[in-house]
């Protein structure tokens, strides 16, 4: 069966590489075609990569807190680009402070993403997530 | 004495350029009107008698020819993002040495078909998707470039995954498969793709363009001319076994209608902390102002420049500038014969040179994050580059041209352009490097040599505002 593509990066004006670079190998390990953008992504860079690439997933990573303010709008400008239905995933650090995480979570879920993951998520999880709905099967 | 004639047909004059290749000399150069609505021929009977009053009676074991007679190379160039494959397709173009006519990115509608047929093309480029990637566009722009009644080939350089089928839509135009422009997420490669416009500009475009009759007086016409410029330019650049090269360069050549700027360098970030955003660019890379030129784009001179500057910079009152630039647009082919024009000229090459090469550079952006400063950068960073070649009428012919190519370099009017620091200026005096990018293909080390002698040093300018 042909690879998953999926369109990985660190957003907005965070420089946070090491999580980025540990993320690409265990995505590409797992068997995903890995389209990683690295630090400093703008939302618009996600949204060219995907159209470009014909990507299965998008996933967002931030880790300096102020992932809410960045991620905002960004399910809709895929919709407006034509990824309508895209799967988009969010994780790290991704808010200010310490928060329940059950309620960033549903902030994040109202924002249009499909999946939300913590701080210290292992890549597993996020992995098995893919996995799950992208629906493959080992 | 093995001596080579290099002709240029060009839109407005044929030059020819005789070469001694055994003791690298330039023997002499001269030029005549193209003479294309009736026999380019004439015009380079004209060139060639002027040039041998010069150089005496000589045999040439070789004639070689560029052109950019009957409008250049005109090509269209077709993408699926714009800052993405479009813009890949843009650079092969541009670095093919092409006019490019037209660019599109998406998926083009009905009104783009029409467009593009009456632009009428010579030569489509079609991009669009990495290999594995999005296909439907491309798909897509096959089946409608298929219905446009102008005949054109089409370089076919997209997602692999679909080529076949994308040829197969394109029928019946004739189509040429080759590597993908992007065939990964910000990976250029566009030299398959230039190798193949460059192969169809011989087979196909000098028979189209009705200069295979003058094919046929000389050994080949070989490139369009800003492809022989490229050449030239890369090769007094890198050298070749044997010779080697000045370096880095950025070259600017300014004429009437357009400016071309060319820079042989590779652009990367200069420290390893700055993050580089975008695609990267070819290190050897062209691009053209058509907004830019002496006589013809004058008004875009003003309009980038603004009329405050350039009356300031001319030394003349707002309201006089504005009127000169009037005249000058309405006669284009004015000689910088008043002590007010001579001014205005000088302006005018300063602001055409600082707008053009800050379009070509890359930009740095300061970025402020939780760790402190970051810089991100986007296209090529030039500012370490340390030679400027200066061609073109205006430029070669200008007194005071050190003070005209300063406006080339890193100011802090904008701070965020990567415009070299300091540079050696070079002028070509003679106006040779065309000749020169066809010499290189069977002489390079003659044809870096005459450049070596022939290109005449200004000296260092400097960033007046550091």
Known sequence: ?138 | MEAVLLIDFGSTYTKVTAVDVTESRLLGTAAAYTTVETDVGEGLSAALAKLEQITGKVTYQKRLACSSAAGGLRMVAIGLVPELTAKAARLATLGAGAKLIGSYSYQLNEDDIAEIDVLKPDIVLLTGGIDGGNSEAILHNARMLSGCRTDFPVVVAGNRSCARQVAKLLEPKTSYIVENVMPKLNRLNILPAQQQIRELFLERIIRAKGLSREAALVDGILMPTPAAVMTAVELLAKGCPGQPGIGELICVDLGGATTDVYSIASGAPRRDTTVYKGLPEPYAKRTVEGDIGMRYSVQGIAEAAGYPRLAQLAKLPEEKARELVEYLAAHTDSLPDTPELDQMDFALASLAIETAVARHCGTMEEVFTLAGTALAQTGKDLTGVERLVLTGGALIHAKNVKEIAAHALYSTRQPESLRPMQAEVLVDQSYILAAMGLLAGHHPISALNVMKKELVSHGFAQSKNR
Do not use: W
């Not at chain 1, 890995?34 to 949204?47: D, K, P």
């Not at chain 1, 407006?80 to 994780?91: F, H, Q």
């Open chain 1, 1 to 138: 069966m042909e690879k998953k593509k999926i369109v990985i990066g660190v957003i907005g004006a965070d420089v946070h590489a090491v999580g980025n670079k540990i993320l690409y190998h265990a995505f590409t390990e797992a068997g995903f075609d890995v389209i990683n953008l690295g630090v400093m992504v703008s939302q618009e860079e996600y949204i060219n990569a995907a159209i470009e690439s014909n990507a299965d997933a998008i996933v967002v990573s931030s880790l300096y807190g102020h992932g809410e303010l960045d991620c905002r709008g960004l399910r809709e400008k895929c919709d407006e680009s034509g990824l309508r239905g895209i799967l988009l995933y969010v994780g790290g650090n991704i808010v200010v402070g310490k928060q329940p995480f059950e309620e960033v979570e549903k902030r994040f879920k109202a924002m249009g993403f499909d999946r939300v993951f913590g701080p210290g998520t292992p890549p597993e999880t996020t992995i098995a997530a893919l996995k799950e709905d992208l629906g493959i099967t080992d």
